[in-house]
């Protein structure tokens, strides 16, 4: 078929066509926003990508249009397709229909550490010989893609809580069916769709009611979010990690970069690894607990996690100018910032740290989270925050909480300038945002270099 996709440069999406290409479709697709690394990688697996919405894109019409969620009705390609009768799914549904329904589904849920978590599960299969196919949410860096179809009938699928389409608001991840779950964590985000905590809860019922009986559900010990949900029903064999749970770590390094593992009080191995920060050490377990239950032995595991390379935008090195380093994070919700921000500062407790924030994501567009983001940036010596022109509050809020010295600006110039005129070596920047954040990455080296 020719399967056109509106909306192909987000992390879901672009994976979905990545799978799409190999199963020998045509794919074409547009976008708003387009930017690496999502963009470099459809280019590199030969998929067209169509800048904007002109409905021209759409002549003569492809066999099958699979629309984003980010789509909405006013969008020019999805009056057309409506208008003129188009056949239309959501992504996750071409990817049920087409893919997964007769596949062993190990999905990731969790308000943080999907893609990060997922990636592991995924690298600690292939490692281990299971050749499993995956759709994560970021570029894996053990395999450079974000998607493949894999050899096996393993597929580990980033499960996301979003809503699915403009005409299908259940989560993404009800579609999905899977045999292996690991439910993360579970907190308020997404305010955008979700009305309150018992909303996002309810998704991760419906989710929780398509895992089968002979299927198994990993979750954390004793957090209250995820027990009030297992407690509206739960069919499956279940599994907790955590110090009174079935699957604990012994960290013998308090950055978290090596831990033995225990299952049901008995060391079955070792992860000794380039990762930091407790967050890490979780998202590991759940890993190795999810693998288990394809047959992966807990000690192959932990030696394939030795070598796991984080995905791109999860504490990514970015480069080191003058002694001063500088680092990308996907980081957007406060509990995130502040892990992000606990591991690195483990990682290096000598170190200053400059956070440098784009309060960018629909929630915090709206403002729910931004009376948490002072506390969750206290790791940090010195804060720098962008003022997005799409916020209607004033990000100078945020600097007024903090403690320590902050900085607000809505000109990204002026915000780099700042940066480096502060920087001192020995120092460490920190950048967070879960979009482009105008290329302020390289903007930092190149400004540092000039120094």
Known sequence: MHI??????????????????????????????????????????????????????????????????????????????????????????????????????????????????????????????????????????????????????????????????????????????????IMNNLEFDHADIFDDLKAIQRQFHHLVRTVPGNGRILAPYGVKNIDETLAMGCWSELEYIGDDGHWRADKKLADGSVFDVYLDDQLVGTVDWALVGDHNVNNALMAIAAARHVGVTANLACDALAKFINTKRRLEYKGEVNGITVYDDFAHHPTAIELTLGGLRAKLPQSRILAVLE???????????????????????????????????????????????????????????NIVESAQVGDTILVMSNGGFSGIHDKLLAALTAK
């Open 4 to 181: 056109h996709i509106l909306g192909i440069c987000g992390t879901f999406m672009g994976g979905a066509a990545t799978l799409a290409t190999k199963l020998g479709h045509k794919v074409t697709g547009s976008d708003a926003n387009v930017y690496p690394p999502m963009s470099t990688m459809l280019e590199s697996q030969g998929i067209e990508i169509i800048q904007g919405y002109d409905p021209e894109q759409l002549k003569p019409a492809p066999d099958l249009v699979v629309i984003g969620n980010a789509m909405s009705r006013g969008n020019p390609c999805v009056e057309y397709v409506l208008n003129n009768n188009l056949r239309y799914t959501s992504g996750p549904q071409w990817l049920q229909d087409y893919l997964l329904h007769d596949r062993w589904v190990m999905a990731v849920a969790g308000t943080h550490g999907k893609t990060t978590t997922a990636s592991m599960l995924a690298w600690i299969l292939d490692d281990c010989g299971y050749q499993p196919g995956f759709l994560v949410g970021g570029v894996l860096g053990n395999f450079g893609v974000s998607a493949r179809l894999g050899e096996s009938m393993f597929f580990v699928v980033e499960a996301d809580e979003y809503d699915s389409a403009f005409f299908d608001k259940r989560s993404k991840f009800v579609h999905y069916h899977p045999r292996t779950l």
């Open 359 to 417: 309060p960018r994501s629909n929630t915090m567009k709206l403002g729910v989270h931004k009376h948490d983001l002072a506390p969750a940036l206290a790791a940090a010596n010195e804060v720098f925050l962008f003022q997005p022109d799409n916020i209607p509050w004033s990000v100078q809020e945020i600097a007024d909480q903090c403690p320590q010295p902050a900085f607000c600006s809505d000109n990204i110039d002026t915000l780099v300038a």
